[in-house]
């Protein structure tokens, strides 16, 4: 019923920036909050941000604090990952996921966009 489709995955060398971007689609009243994880090869998947429809409250993980910004933009259901500063280490696969409100876990997924970072 919902369609997450991201994009704006490439290859960026270290100290540069790349904005990524997640599209939602179909029946999307229902979600509350959206999310960035990303899971780089022979590691499990991480959260990285979160941002609320409503309120637009954000979270970061520590590893991306300062460096990565998440907005979005209600009208066009997309919400954006702005990644300063990346470093080798934030290689992996992206993927941008979807909250309903009072669920626990993330019922929707992205098919993952890749982000590369040379050294």
């Known amino acids: 019923q919902v369609q997450l489709v991201e994009s704006g995955g490439g290859l960026v060398q270290a100290g540069g920036s790349l904005r990524l971007s997640c599209t939602a689609s179909?029946?999307?009243?229902?979600?509350?909050?959206m999310g960035w994880f990303r899971q780089a090869p022979g590691k499990e998947r991480e959260f990285v941000a979160r941002i609320n429809w409503s309120g637009g409250i954000t979270y970061y993980s520590r590893s991306v604090k300062g460096r990565f910004t998440i907005s979005k933009d209600n009208g066009k259901n997309t919400v954006y990952l702005q990644m300063n500063s990346l470093k080798p280490e934030d290689t992996a696969v992206y993927y941008c996921?979807?909250?309903?409100?009072?669920?626990?876990?993330?019922?929707?997924w992205g098919q993952g966009t890749q982000v590369t970072v040379s050294s």
């Open positions: 179909g029946r999307t009243f229902s979600s509350y909050a």
């Open positions: 996921a979807q909250k309903v409100a009072g669920a626990a876990e993330y019922d929707y």
